[in-house]
């Protein structure tokens, strides 16, 4: 009894300690000792972009009332978009309602893209290949007076592409911007609706999720860019734009991808920053399309 008093640990601090390191030398190491820890996966961000516009029409002007809901909602008021436009459609962007609109996407603090600089929606690979490059220039033309600055994104019409055309794009500076989900809303045989909006959207994000659980998307100041494709002269996309941004945060739960604190880009800069980071480069490489259009360009 008197020797363990004499040698009792709690009056050595120093062998006191050298004794715990020696049980923990021989104890086996624990679970969380040998798991490694998860790789972190960068919260999704959604960046809209919208085709064909601007509307030209009179009467509920649909490319108007995207614009209203994008400003002022109440999923994140003052939402910045890419507007992928036709700035002479004869039916849209060549009108004075066309134009105005045009204005007010800039004045809003959009991002204005080409999508086409001709009468109709003309196909960029059916094209002459020198009304393809003067067309190429009068968009730009167009964008460049409206802006002040060169249009950086294109989109083909049809999402519809080949080395070509693509090198005509950069040689006149432009980068292609393709799509993740689509709402597939084009308007085609007059249908304008759609009655599987979640079911589509859902199935577009899960197989995205694949390669944001591998991370093999780029990130842009710590959020992944989604893109998301719309119509803005599709009058049933913009009766329905409220109820798509709930959508889109749904399905990002029910695939436990989180979304950033802004689940939607609000600023012009960040947003084209996040979209020339998911631009095509290569003609060579075969992006997954929407809809049905990789199986007709096969």
Do not use: C
Not at 186 to 200: A, D, Y
């Amino acid at each position: 009894m008197a020797l363990a008093r004499m040698f009792s640990l709690r009056d050595y601090p120093a062998i006191r300690h050298l004794a715990y390191l020696a049980v923990l030398l021989v104890l086996p190491p624990t679970a969380s000792a040998t798991t490694a820890p998860e790789t972190p996966h960068a919260p999704i961000r959604f960046l809209l972009t919208f085709d064909d516009g601007p509307s030209g029409s009179i009467y509920l002007n649909s490319t108007e009332q995207i614009l209203d809901v994008l400003d002022h909602n109440p999923i994140q008021p003052g939402i910045k978009a890419i507007f992928f436009t036709q700035t002479r459609a004869r039916t849209g962007g060549a009108t004075d309602i066309g134009q105005a609109l045009l204005r007010r996407e800039r004045d809003d603090g959009h991002l204005l893209a080409f999508h086409t600089a001709t009468a109709h929606h003309d196909n960029h690979r059916r094209m002459e290949p020198a009304v393809f490059e003067q067309s190429l220039q009068d968009g730009i033309a167009d964008l460049t007076a409206l802006t002040g600055s060169a249009p950086q994104l294109v989109r083909p019409p049809f999402w519809n592409y080949d080395e070509r055309t693509l090198a005509s794009y950069h040689r006149q500076g432009l980068q292609m911007l393709l799509t993740d989900l689509s709402a597939n809303d084009g308007k085609i045989w007059g249908v304008n609706f759609s009655l599987t909006k979640r079911r589509n959207l859902l199935r577009q994000l899960t197989a995205l999720r694949e390669q944001w659980l591998a991370n093999a998307l780029p990130v842009v100041a710590g959020s992944t860019p989604v893109v998301v494709t719309f119509h803005d002269v599709n009058t049933y996309t913009a009766r329905t734009m409220e109820i798509y941004l709930q959508l889109l945060l749904d399905v990002a739960q029910e695939l436990d991808m989180p979304t950033a604190g802004k689940a939607f880009y609000d600023d012009r800069s960040g947003l084209e920053q996040a979209a020339l980071a998911r631009t095509v480069h290569n003609g060579d490489v075969s992006p997954r399309l929407p809809g049905l259009w990789n199986w007709l360009w096969k």
